[in-house]
């Protein structure tokens, strides 16, 4: 048996249709193997529509605009150039006539001019760019390629993959708006005029290293990079994350974040960080009725780490007493009372301390690191608040989402495989897409910058092809 597919092709003018052969398909006996289409005859006939689709399009649009849009005379053919224009569905090379302007326009200072070279200013189709990009920010370029290739009729090179990519972060990057000290509009007597917020926003903003390469130089260590997520009880989260060291936008960055999600001046904010200056000085000035707290998820992880070096300490080193007292400190941290936690954080260390310094040992490695506790207990001491009766309220108290959100922006794409080295710029640009697609904006990205992209919400596809 043979399945021939044709299309047909009507200019909706009077004319006649007109019929083309697209793939013909054969069949003899019904086996597994041969019920339905295979992947290659899938991107056959794929390649072929998109084939016929494009030269179609193309054909009519040289047609209308062969003529001067202001005498209508037929313009003079200088002569022919060739585009290649790259699809999903594969590359196809266009005839691009090359036209004498009319006579009839003095003015015009070019004596030609390429037809399609203006519509066609950029040679890579919109829908692929999208799937290079999204897929790239999901896994590394090279398994791109291949379930590019795997799956669509085309050979899917992974420097224009790469290129593709930087070029889609640059666009995302290019909209976030300069940086302001202050994002804060207006004054209270206007924001109270604003309808109420039903609820409040909470954004958690930690830090991620990524693995650094500079030039061939494979040993440059390693860099920050800032990730912060905002939760809101009808909203769906957003994401926001840059490298320090490079972006020179960070407040603007989250300000869009929190556009995204609909905030407005009267909003409550609370933000939940580990106390480094970076992520302190981003929070500042961006919302009037903000709260900063020092995350709880980040004092408990620095006690639990105490609470192990004491366990690793010999009995005779009054080990119960010790764990005692981290009991008692992380009690008195959960409950908000700031200072009776830094006296008992202060003996704590006192009792640590051993006048015959030993500077390998385990109880002063364990003076040190409680030291170091007091400090940041001290220096994070307006940030701190009652956490049990915020928990008691079902309020959030812990960053550990955004250590999640660290995982799945950073470490999932560029930290996991060791041997994956980024530079500065190369990170920032990764995280813009990646992030654009975890919060699911990308595909409406696209349909912003090209108004005529069809706009198929691709579950809507999966639905009706169910
Ligand atoms: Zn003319």
Redesign the pocket.
Known sequence: MKILVQVIVDHENGDPAIIKPIVEFKREDLALGTLGLTIGESKLLLKNVQSELISQQVEQYIFKHKT?N??H?ELKIKGYTEIAYRTLFGKLKLSNPRLYA????KESKKRSFSLLSSVLSERIAPELQYLQAKWSSLVSYGMTSNILEDVLPMHANISSIFYTTHKVAKRLDAEISEEKYCFINGCENEWNKLPYPNSPLTIGIDGGYIHAREGSNRKAGWFEAIVGKSLHETHPSKRFGFVCKYDDKPKSRLNTMLQKQGFQMNQDIVFLSDGGDTVRDLQQNIAPYSEHLLDWFHITMRITVMKQMVNGLLPDNYRDQLDKQLESIKWNIWHGNVNKALDKISSFSDDCYEEELDKDSKKHKLWKYADEFYTYIESNRYYITNYAERHRYGEIISTSFVEATVNEVISKRMVKKQQMRWTQEGAHRMIQVRIATLNNELRDEFCRWYPNMNNVNDNQVLQSAA
Do not use: V
Not at 102 to 105: E, L, V
């Open positions: 001067c202001q005498c005379k009319c006579s009839c326009n």
